[in-house]
């Protein structure tokens, strides 16, 4: 006999049990709110896309993550031979598969704004909650397969609304509790003046993703790795005080200027930096914390402006919870140019894991069903499914065991589930029009009418 193979997952995915999925529509439902209270409106775009809406977006390395459907039918009826018998996966890549699993939310609403853009109305505010896929290494935080909550403003080059993004964010984790967070905040102007300052103008990337390691492998390895990606020693040295810039936002933008003087562009980014921390000064932030990190180097390839990387209160090890920034020209990749875009996203999954790890989560979370009927047999369940329609019409979530089992089975039953209430329904409650209500955490039991056990369960 042949054992039936046990199924499994793809790796970089899970499954979610009910409680599981309750405690994401927690997050969805907050960051949702807080999504319209700030004006956003919600849209949806397909799970896949044409390749070459999403191919040579992401830099190389993001291409390389971004998950390719084979063509339906005889996928390789496109492929001559000699590309066949050469295994070049890259070159055959564009005759196999047309199509790709979406990599992120922007650069499909970038597409969507090119392609509606006769019927949206400028400055658009949109949002976006719905998965995305990435081939990436699973570990700790980082799945193949996840959600990220995204809302943009396209059509506006006010810096208002970065500081509205600010508070965004603010309002969004001190209605989850998660106090403490700190939202760092960069500009791609004040690194591309480093980058002049020094010399670097043609290395600005490798410039960027050495700085942006500093906190992880520390000074003289990031040094040693700009030497050897062409930059010269002349030009470190001038980095010297960036390495040790520390303080509050004034004092690192008082010591940027001095870096930056000869550079107009990196001084246009520091006067942006400083509209948006004045802005957060007059309009104070909740629980979170604004501040200044000129190392952020996030996703180079489109950002123009602000920078922004939310990380998880102090103590909690977690990557990155949210980030965005501004991109001036994302909707010039398909043919609408110098359209202003600002946004930001915030990591659900990560998110999920810190209120887990700090015990954050409402414990009535999880309470779907209010009240179970217990089953006592056909005449009971009819009259208790008459009972039960009457709860659900006033929003009171409640089932009847379907099952005519043993009392105490059915009681277990409701424990498991978590359900905080059962209702008795035999042949004398049926005798005398009552319900017998009992309560499963304290074992109370209470002999109401209908009309009481409504406004009991309420």
């Known amino acids: 006999m042949i054992m039936a193979q046990k199924p499994s997952i793809p790796k970089g995915t899970r499954d979610f049990n009910p409680e599981d999925v309750a405690k994401r529509n927690y997050?969805?439902?907050?960051?949702?709110?807080?999504?319209?209270?700030y004006g956003f409106q919600p849209i949806e775009t397909p799970s896949f896309e044409n390749s070459s809406t999403l191919m040579g977006k992401y830099g190389d390395e993001g291409d390389r993550l971004i998950f390719k459907i084979l063509n339906s039918g005889d996928y390789l009826k496109k492929v001559d031979d000699a590309l066949y018998e050469s295994r070049d996966a890259h070159k055959m890549i564009s005759r196999i598969s047309e199509k790709a699993l979406r990599y992120d939310l922007t650069v499909p609403f970038a597409r969507y704004v090119v392609q509606h853009q006769n019927e949206i109305e400028f400055p658009f505010k949109r949002y976006q909650i719905q998965p995305v896929w990435r081939a990436?290494?699973?570990q700790k935080g980082r799945f193949r397969e996840f959600y990220q909550c995204d809302a943009d403003v396209v059509g506006s080059d006010s810096l208002w609304q970065e500081v509205e993004f600010v508070q965004l964010y603010d309002a969004v984790f001190t209605a989850l509790k998660l106090e403490g967070v700190t939202i760092k905040i960069n500009n791609r102007k004040i690194l591309s003046g480093i980058a002049e300052v020094i010399g670097a103008q043609d290395k600005?990337?490798?410039?960027?993703?050495?700085?942006?390691?500093?906190?992880?492998?520390?000074?003289?390895?990031?040094?040693?790795?700009?030497?050897?990606?062409?930059?010269?020693?002349?030009?470190?040295?001038k980095l010297q005080p960036l390495f040790s810039l520390a303080g509050d936002f004034g004092t690192q933008v008082a010591e940027l200027k001095s870096i930056l003087s000869a550079?107009?562009?990196?001084l246009k980014g520091i006067e942006e930096l400083e509209f948006i921390n004045k802005g957060i000064d007059n309009l104070k932030l909740q629980t979170a914390n604004l501040q200044l990190d000129v190392t952020l180097a996030r996703g180079l390839n489109y950002y123009t402006g602000a920078i922004f990387e939310v990380a998880a209160p102090e103590g909690v090890k977690m990557g990155s919870i949210g980030g965005g920034g501004r991109y001036d020209d994302l909707t010039g990749i398909f043919g609408l140019p110098n359209v202003s875009g600002v946004g930001i996203s915030f990591g659900l999954d990560r998110i999920a894991l810190v209120l887990e790890d700090l015990e954050l989560f409402p414990e009535t979370i999880s309470n779907t069903v209010k009240?179970?009927?217990?089953?006592?047999?056909?005449?009971?369940?009819?009259?208790?499914?008459?009972?039960?329609?009457?709860?659900?019409?006033?929003?009171?979530?409640?089932e009847l065991f379907p099952d005519n089992k043993k009392t105490i089975k059915q009681f277990n039953y409701a424990n498991k589930r978590n359900i905080p209430y059962v209702v008795l329904l035999g042949e004398s409650e049926l005798a005398n029009n009552t319900f017998t209500l009992k309560n499963m955490v304290t074992g109370n039991q209470e002999q109401l009418s209908l009309s009481q056990l409504i406004t009991q369960l309420q």
């Open 27 to 37: 997050i969805f439902d907050t960051i949702r709110r807080a999504f319209e209270v």
């Open 136 to 138: 990436d290494r699973p």
């Open 204 to 237: 600005l990337i490798d410039f960027t993703v050495a700085l942006d390691k500093l906190d992880k492998i520390g000074e003289e390895k990031v040094k040693a790795e700009m030497l050897e990606k062409g930059i010269p020693q002349s030009g470190i040295e």
């Open 263 to 266: 550079s107009e562009e990196g």
């Open 371 to 398: 009240v179970l009927f217990i089953n006592f047999g056909e005449a009971e369940a009819m009259a208790s499914m008459k009972a039960i329609k009457s709860l659900r019409e006033q929003g009171i979530s409640a």
